[in-house]
Nanobody
């Protein structure tokens, strides 16, 4: 069983930055694909950024050039650096980890609100 704990959400003004963190229990987190998803009120959950165990990354078109996913395997942590935030980035952000066997684990979510 893997537990994911997110942190770093909050209220920020448009154009500001936040860094989300997701720390996992367990010692083989480095072998997992890690991703950040978000869900705004009344909308479906969507992929924001993905990082595979091989090091490749993928981003939603809406965040390319503004968000960066990174990981620190020694700390079992994956980060999402969010710059130039817009009101439309407001959502609950979730961390997801996928094991090599295809089992999904989700964090509890952290609220990000972009507003003046």
């Amino acid at each position: 069983q893997v537990q994911l704990v997110e942190s770093g959400g909050g209220l920020v003004q448009p154009g500001g930055s936040l860094r989300l963190s997701c720390t996992a229990s367990g010692s083989i987190f480095s072998y997992y694909t890690k991703g950040w998803y978000r869900q705004a009120p009344g909308k479906q959950r969507e992929l924001v950024a993905l990082a595979t165990s091989a090091g490749s990354t993928r981003y939603a078109d809406s965040v390319k050039g503004r968000f960066t996913i990174s990981r620190d395997n020694a700390k079992n942590t994956v980060y999402l650096q969010m710059n130039s935030l817009k009101p439309e980035d407001t959502a609950v952000y979730y961390c997801k980890a996928v094991t090599p066997m295809g089992i999904n684990y989700w964090g509890q979510g952290t609220q990000v609100t972009v507003s003046s």
